[in-house]
C-alpha cells in the first residue's frame, strides 16, 4: 500500500493540540494508523506540545504544578500513536468506534447501490459516516458548507483528475464542488467527515437529505 495523499501540518498540528472535533479526530486517527508519515509528523507536534508544557511547568508555583501533573498523568501517553491491529479493513481506531469490523456495520441504503452508516459521535461540530460505493458509482454530487475529509479504507475512487486509494484522504473546503467516482471493480468504501451539513446540486438527493441526514 502507498499512500499519496496525507493531512496537512495544519490538520496534524490541530488535532495534536486536540482543537478539532470529534468526527475529524476520528479520520486523523485512522489515517495515522495506516501512514508511517503522517504518523512521524504527529509525534514530532506531540514532543513540540510537550516542550512548550514544560516550558510553563518550570514557571509555575508548586500548587498548580501538581494540578498541571495530575492532568498530565490523565493523557495519553506518547507511544499511545503506535498502530494496533485492525479488524479486516478497518484500522484500531475504527474498530474501536463501531465494537467490530465490516460485518458490524449498521449500513443504509442511499440508493443506485450506495450505502451509508452515521457513526454517533458525543459533539455535534461535524458528522462522520461510513460510505460504501460501487465499483463505477458517482458519490452523490455535493459541495460544502465546511470542511470535508474523506479516507478510503477499499477499493479507490477519482476525484478532480486524482486517484485515491486504501489509506489515501482528500481534504475538501466549501470552495470545491465535486463528484467523486467509484473505480470500477470493488466496492468503495470510505470514512468521511463533514462540518456541517453537505448541499447536493440535484433535486432529488436534496429532497431526500432529512431523511439520510447527509
Ligand atoms: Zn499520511
Ligand atoms: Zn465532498
Known amino acids: 500500500m502507498t499512500i499519496k495523499h496525507h493531512l496537512s501540518d495544519d490538520l496534524l498540528m490541530a488535532y495534536s493540540a486536540g482543537d478539532l472535533p470529534e468526527a475529524f ?29 514544560e516550558e510553563q511547568v518550570a514557571e509555575m508555583s508548586m500548587g498548580s504544578l501538581e494540578a498541571c501533573l495530575a492532568r498530565i498523568e490523565g493523557l495519553p501517553q506518547a507511544n499511545a500513536r503506535a498502530p494496533r491491529r485492525g479488524n479486516g479493513i478497518f484500522p484500531a481506531p ?57 479516507l478510503v479504507l477499499q477499493g479507490a475512487f477519482r476525484d478532480e483528475g486524482d486517484r485515491f486509494g486504501r489509506g489515501d484522504i482528500e481534504v475538501a473546503d466549501d470552495s470545491l464542488e465535486h463528484t467523486p467516482i467509484a473505480e470500477p471493480g470493488e466496492t468503495c468504501i470510505c470514512l468521511a467527515a ?18 439520510f441526514r447527509i
Open 194 to 211: 463533514t462540518q456541517g451539513p453537505l448541499r447536493f446540486n440535484r433535486l432529488i438527493p436534496r429532497l431526500a437529505q432529512p431523511f
Open 94 to 150: 475504527l474498530v474501536d468506534y463501531i465494537g467490530g469490523g465490516l460485518d458490524a456495520v449498521k449500513w443504509r441504503p442511499l440508493g443506485l447501490g450506495a450505502r451509508q452508516a452515521i457513526l454517533k459521535m458525543g459533539d455535534n461540530g461535524a458528522s462522520v459516516r461510513l460510505l460504501s460505493i460501487p465499483g463505477g458509482t458517482a458519490m452523490p454530487d455535493h459541495g460544502h458548507s465546511g470542511l470535508e475529509m474523506t
Open 25 to 53: 479526530n476520528l479520520v486523523i486517527a485512522t489515517h495515522v494508523s495506516l501512514c508511517d508519515e503522517c504518523r512521524a509528523r504527529l509525534e514530532a507536534y506531540d514532543a513540540l506540545g510537550g516542550a512548550v508544557i
